[in-house]
């Protein structure tokens, strides 16, 4: 639901490693020699939209106190209350708002119960539970046209491995250009900061659902993506535990900080990445052994070279034709491109420098707009 799933773009606040080794393949010299932390600027922002959260919730319940079967402020209360949920708990509303939320869809069941606005909203409040999608195939048979249950849509082929609806969805989603080029070229050099067979944590919609696009269209289809938006479900649960090949109960249903965990400590035998939209808070523990290799941090429990691998990714690797462009995710582009410039500029490529630079300012006019995903 990409016009309500807005991501809060997370930069480190804390030590992102640069490179460390001198070994073979390692970076020139002067990059060679960095410290085995470099300190990156926190780009976090504080959101103060949650008065204008509140107020817009203020007047759909006046709607509804005039006209309790009114459909639309129905729509637009529920997903006024759950954005300023979100805001407060994260990438998932906390017991007291959850609570709060299942009261309002309990009211839409008393006062619309077959309508577009009770299906869509019991489908969000449902977290991606395996029972929510029910309810979304249920909007989708009423409003069919509505783009914002496309990536959904996919969401649930993906979850159901269904070949043939999954490429019906993308079709759909690629015809009416549901994400941007910008967006696309983004999720293409997310995953070509991946090495071969790696594993991709990401965080939701935005950062996910081009991924599994370009896969179905047959691009790196070697990277396992773990979505940790989708752990409502038990059947993306089983899917998971297939593809990485470990034991039932290892990857926890509606457990985000311990599914991060479980697929981080994979990284022990495999290469195990995360994706620079996944929230700070998630990662924080891991902060000194996250070396960013692009638009993803790989897992390490030793120091390793990261530098080369993230010049090389992108140099050679990465696309550039719409990197320029004013997408909210694009602003990701900044921790990379901070990394390189201090690189390029130990190593005296004045060019590369001038374009890194003109790139990181324009990254950062940029607005960052409030994490409401769901």
């Known amino acids: 639901m990409k016009c309500i799933s807005v991501f809060l773009l997370t930069f480190l606040t804390a030590l992102i490693a640069a490179a460390q080794s001198n070994g073979a393949g390692a970076a020139p010299a002067a990059a060679g020699e960095a410290r085995a932390a470099a300190p990156v600027v926190s780009l976090e922002w504080e959101s103060d939209s949650h008065n204008d959260m509140e107020k817009s919730a203020d007047v759909w319940e006046k709607l ?7 459909e639309e402020a129905w729509l637009n209360f529920y997903k006024a209350r759950r954005a300023m949920a979100l805001l407060e708990d994260g990438a998932k509303p906390g017991k007291r708002n959850q609570s709060e939320l299942n009261t309002i869809i309990g009211r839409m069941s008393n006062a619309v119960p077959s309508s577009y606005a009770f299906n869509y909203c019991n489908y969000v409040n449902g977290n991606k539970s395996d029972e929510s999608f029910a309810y979304l195939k249920n909007a989708i048979a009423l409003r069919p046209n509505d783009k914002e249950l496309w990536d959904d849509m996919l969401c ?11 490429k019906s969805w993308v079709k759909k989603m690629n015809d009416a250009r549901l994400f941007t080029w910008g967006e696309v070229e983004y999720n293409r050099n997310t995953l070509n900061s991946v090495e071969q067979n790696g594993v991709l944590l990401t965080n939701g919609n935005v950062d996910t659902t081009p991924l599994y696009m370009l896969q179905s269209e047959g691009f790196r289809t070697d990277v396992i993506i773990v979505c940790l938006d989708w752990i409502g479900s038990a059947r993306y649960l ?16 509606n457990d985000t900080q311990a599914t991060y965990n479980a697929v981080m400590n994979l990284g022990k035998k495999r290469a195990v990445y995360t994706a620079l939209t996944v929230p700070k808070s998630l990662m924080s523990s891991y902060i000194s052994q996250l070396y ?14 990261n530098l080369s691998s993230l010049v090389y990714n992108w140099e050679s690797l990465f696309q550039k034709n719409y990197w320029s462009s004013s997408d909210a995710l694009t602003r990701n582009y900044l921790l990379p491109a901070q990394l390189l410039l201090s690189y390029y500029n130990a190593s ?13 300012e324009q990254k950062k006019r940029i607005p960052l707009e409030p994490y409401i995903q769901r």
Do not use: F, R, W
Request: proline share 3%; hydrophobic share 40%.
């Open 292 to 305: 960013c290799t692009g638009l993803a941090l790989k897992y390490s429990e030793t120091p390793i070279n």
């Open 238 to 253: 089983h899917l998971l535990e297939a593809k990485l090949k470990v034991s039932p109960g290892v990857i926890k249903l």
């Open 64 to 70: 509804l106190e005039a006209n309790s079967t009114n």
């Open 156 to 166: 649930n082929a993906v979850l159901s491995e269904n070949t043939n609806e999954i």
């Open 348 to 360: 005296g490529a004045k060019d590369k420098s001038a374009e890194l630079q003109k790139l990181i």
